[in-house]
């Protein structure tokens, strides 16, 4: 089953605009991961937000978490063509001796030149 | 190239084939995952190994599916008389660590189409 939800299903923007991307999720998390799929590919790791954490960098990415709405957002500045693919995330769960990754269905980003 | 590998990228079988799909983890890494992604939707787990133990199977892993990881290395996905509804890409995946608190890095996919 799936955990969470993104927002929007799907966004196209300019290339140079900022695209942000919003997740849901339903039960109390150890972290949240984003990653990117390119079309018939495989999962690109992006980011790592860990439960205590608010917000994170990386590069044009930055990622949100707030854990008392059970949502994170990913924002991607000055977009570019390349960053045309799906955007998921994804959550691990405090389950122990298990980490597995529980994902969302997805937001398709198309950058537009 | 050090991230995880897995083979065959593609394969297209006739219904009641069976398939196997083998998946190289990142050297070292104890946690081995198989998901399974449908198009349009996001990836679902199926199994998950730390070292060659199997911790953890969903509901989804019918009968006919079996993996196994013998000297907690690579891993082998097995399906058994393939249905077309077991058209999907199989994901693994891998991470290190005894937390929960790791990335996991994913393959490229082992693409299955049956017909």
């Known amino acids: 089953s799936q955990q969470g939800e993104e927002d929007p299903q799907a966004l196209s923007i300019q290339e140079g605009e900022n695209a942000t991307m919003n997740c849901s999720y339903k039960t109390s998390i150890n972290n949240l991961q984003w990653y990117r799929q390119n079309s018939g590919r495989g999962l690109v790791h992006l980011i790592l937000?860990?439960?205590?954490?608010r917000e994170k960098h990386s590069g044009r990415l930055r990622v949100t978490l707030d854990t008392s709405k059970k949502s994170s957002s990913l924002l991607i500045t000055a977009s570019r063509a390349a960053d045309t693919a799906s955007y998921f995330c994804?959550?691990?769960?405090?389950?122990?001796?298990?980490?597995?990754?529980?994902f969302g269905t997805g937001t398709r980003l198309q950058v537009t030149l | 190239d050090t991230g995880v590998s897995q083979n065959p990228r593609h394969k297209i079988t006739k219904r009641g084939q069976n398939v196997t799909f083998r998946c190289d983890p990142i050297s070292e890494h104890n946690r081995l995952y198989w998901y399974r992604q449908t198009l349009g939707q996001g990836p679902e787990f199926l199994t998950y190994?730390?070292?060659?133990?199997?911790?953890?199977k969903s509901r989804l892993l019918s009968d006919r599916f079996s993996a196994e990881r013998p000297k907690g290395s690579f891993s082998t996905l097995e399906i058994q008389r393939t249905e077309q509804g077991d058209s999907a890409m199989y994901l693994c995946?891998?991470?290190?660590?005894?937390?929960?608190?790791?990335?996991?890095?994913f393959g490229e996919g082992s693409w299955l189409t049956v017909v």
């Open positions: 995946a891998s991470s290190l660590g005894t937390n929960s608190g790791n990335t996991i890095y």
């Open positions: 994804a959550t691990v769960t405090n389950t122990g001796t298990a980490s597995k990754l529980t």
């Open positions: 937000i860990r439960s205590n954490e």
């Open positions: 190994f730390q070292n060659e133990a199997q911790l953890e």
